[in-house]
T-cell receptor, first 106, second 117 residues
Framework: RKEVEQDPGPFNVPEGATVAFNCTYS??????FFWYRQDCRKEPKLLMS???SGNEDGRFTAQLNRASQYISLLIRDSKLSDSATYLC???????FGAGTRLTVKP | EPEVTQTPSHQVTQMGQEVILRCVPI?????FYWYRQILGQKVEFLVS????????KSEIFDDQFSVERPDGSNFTLKIRSTKLEDSAMYFC???????????????FGAGSRLTVL
């Protein structure tokens, strides 16, 4: 089983839609979790850390489910500019999931 | 906002040649990383570096690769005897310990695109 697995996508959604991605992990001792965003041919950039109690940043909500060993990212009111690949990083070894591609269409 | 700087942005080389990719991490960061991304594929971890030595390396990071921090600012990735399959985007990243969580938040450079012909 891979250490980190993500919904493969692609997700094609209309503007204004709500979309959610999951990322499952195999190491139950994992302590740190992040979501990064990568635009085409650009470097990954930190979107948000994921805290145990869940956290929100504007239209973005990140949650952690330790029992089922996954983290999620919810995007509300999708914008065209949200189109990107979303990468999860689990644990301190700083390895990335394969990414989920999101395309928001007018 | 502090940034990680990488040079060159694009390098074209002949198979078998050696290349050196350079990175200037954020000045107060202590942890340095190299990642590779082959076109259309995932971001792959190559190596992490702390306190002037490799702290972890992946199975990709074989004897063909080496890293060095020759002075107080640069962090370099050397690829010896390049192969066609080394063509990729190489990202440097740096981090400091994120306060309160014990985790490292990565800041990436814009990448160096290597094309091996």
């Amino acid at each position: 089983r891979k250490e980190v697995e993500q919904d493969p996508g692609p997700f094609n959604v209309p503007e204004g839609a709500t979309v959610a991605f999951n990322c499952t992990y195999s190491n139950s001792a994992s302590q740190s979790f992040f979501w990064y965003r990568q635009d085409c041919r650009k470097e990954p950039k930190l979107l948000m850390s994921v805290y145990s109690s869940g956290n929100e940043d504007g239209r973005f909500t990140a949650q952690l489910n330790r029992a089922s060993q996954y983290i999620s990212l919810l995007i509300r009111d999708s914008k065209l500019s949200d189109s990107a690949t979303y990468l999860c990083v689990v644990n301190n070894d700083m390895r990335f999931g394969a990414g989920t591609r999101l395309t928001v269409k007018p | 906002e502090p940034e990680v700087t990488q040079t060159p942005s694009h390098q074209v080389t002949q198979m078998g040649q050696e290349v050196i990719l350079r990175c200037v991490p954020i000045s107060n960061h202590l942890y340095f990383y190299w990642y590779r991304q082959i076109l259309g594929q995932k971001v792959e971890f190559l190596v992490s570096f702390y306190n002037n030595e490799i702290s972890e390396k992946s199975e990709i990071f074989d004897d063909q690769f080496s890293v060095e921090r020759p002075d107080g600012s640069n962090f370099t990735l050397k690829i010896r005897s390049t192969k066609l399959e080394d063509s990729a985007m190489y990202f440097c990243a740096s981090s400091e310990m994120e306060q309160g969580s014990g985790a490292n938040v990565l800041t990436f450079g814009a990448g160096s695109r290597l094309t091996v012909l």
